[in-house]
């Protein structure tokens, strides 16, 4: 079974090649933006045509939440255009689409867990990209699993754990925000998910929610992570408003895991046990 991977070079993408060999019954094709442009529908044309592929994981995708409010059109190029492109190609060819999204979608003023059927409500151009993205793949056909997560971190890429470590070593002091509440996820455990869907067969397409479980706010993250790591800094809570960005984040993003557990029989790890 041919599986077609978009965005090898970033974390999702580095996480399935980082486990792709304990899967010997799928053949990966991984992609970067240099072999494969979703962008470019000829290309998607063209790359299908030669791969063969039977699913499609969508890992690539415009991920710089600040800079989308200043860059409004390559998000939109990449994360609408790109995922519709994708979804016509897939559709061509009789491809199952794997599409990743976000908590994004949603603008964070629920105090429970969102599920599926929760009505998004994007607060910048980032989460309008992302939702627009899912919209587009589901006007085109209906082969596809839309899997949207949260605050993802692993040992590859840029992330907010690697970036935590780096001003460990270069600071004796430190300010992370407490009042937003969402959960980390382990890119490692949502391409393993992303290779359940694929195994199962199970065709049950649709939108899922994915992330670790628990919640903590970015501040106990941060503190979770120079404890594992056994950092000696001086970390402070602030609110939110102390530290000002260009595009509004959800104030609560958990996601409920209901779904994917009860379709898939997905045993989903605790973040503090996955970020050990």
């Known amino acids: 079974m041919v599986v077609l991977v978009t965005g090898a070079n970033g974390q999702l993408g580095q996480s ?21 442009d979703i962008t470019n529908f000829e290309n998607c044309q063209a790359t299908f045509s030669k791969i063969k592929p039977q699913y499609c994981i969508n890992a690539a995708a415009y991920t710089a939440v600040d800079k989308a ?7 939109n190029l990449i ?29 964070g003023n629920k105090h429970t867990p969102y599920n599926e059927d929760d009505t998004p409500n994007p607060t910048g151009v980032y989460g309008q990209t992302k939702l627009d993205g899912e ?17 993802v971190y692993s040992q590859f890429g840029n992330n907010f754990m690697k970036t935590m470590l780096r001003l460990a070593s270069e600071r004796d002091s430190l ?24 195994l199962s067969n199970k065709n049950v397409f649709g939108i899922y929610n994915f992330s670790n479980e628990g919640q903590c ?15 000696d800094i001086d970390l402070k809570p602030i609110p939110t408003s102390s530290f000002p960005t260009p595009a509004k984040r959800p104030k609560y993003s958990v996601l409920d895991k209901s779904k994917i557990r ?7 790890k605790n973040w503090e046990e996955s970020l050990k």
């Open 262 to 268: 009860q379709v898939f029989g997905i045993e989903v």
């Open 217 to 231: 706010s970015w501040y106990d993250f941060a503190k979770k992570i120079f404890e594992i790591n056994n950092c």
């Open 175 to 198: 300010s992370v925000v407490n009042d937003q509440i969402g959960t980390p996820t382990n890119a490692v455990d949502l391409a393993e998910v992303l290779i359940k869907i694929v």
């Open 16 to 36: 399935l090649q980082f486990i792709a060999s304990n899967y010997p019954r799928l053949h990966f094709v991984f992609c970067s933006s240099s072999d494969l």
């Open 79 to 107: 994360n609408v255009i790109g995922a519709k492109n994708l979804a016509e190609v897939c559709k061509a060819n009789d491809a199952i689409l794997l599409h990743i999204s976000t908590d994004f979608v949603f603008d």
């Open 135 to 151: 919209k587009a793949i589901q006007a085109v056909f209906e082969k596809y699993y839309i899997i949207r997560t949260s605050w």
């Open 69 to 75: 409010e200043s860059e409004p059109d390559k998000a």
